[in-house]
């Protein structure tokens, strides 16, 4: 017979978020973070496809002045701005595909607040009781003075606000 799950366990599976950071060479890094969103991968996408609004719920008082400068919300490629820090956050939506079971985006960004390079690609797979399996892996190449783990945190943070998103 299998081991049950008492509530508090459930709950604690389905709130993990888990940031891994793995050196790839002089200041590149590969920083994954995964999570579980109680949602399901249709709904999930839906968010991923609403970039301001993604901003919004992601990175909450963080960004303003979202603009799509190429494309748009439906087309592949396309670039959009955003203000963050000070700074003008350019990126590129490159990839979008669905299958059957899962559904990949991919983007990056053009330099800026210390990030030289920047390639992110978001996979959601549906996973029993209508939730999801969210994984986010951000490959970046940094300038010399800017710590990972300040990234690191970001991801995290942002993975969480979208998790506390979905559980509503």
Known sequence: MGKEQNTDELAAERSDVKVVTTVTGPNQYK???TA????????VWALLWDWERLLDVGLPGLTS?????????????STFQFEMAGATIKE???LRKVTA?????????EPALGILEYDAV???QPIPEARTTFSATREV??????APDMLAE???SETNSLREYFAE
């Open 31 to 33: 920083i994954d973070a």
């Open 36 to 43: 579980t969103f109680d949602s399901a991968p249709a709904k």
């Open 65 to 77: 002045d979202f603009k799509w400068l190429s494309g748009g919300p439906d087309e592949v490629p």
């Open 92 to 94: 590129e939506i490159y």
């Open 101 to 109: 079971d899962q559904y990949r985006l991919c983007y990056r960004a």
């Open 122 to 124: 978001l996979v959601l």
């Open 141 to 146: 190449r940094l300038a010399p003075e800017m």
């Open 154 to 156: 970001m991801v995290e």
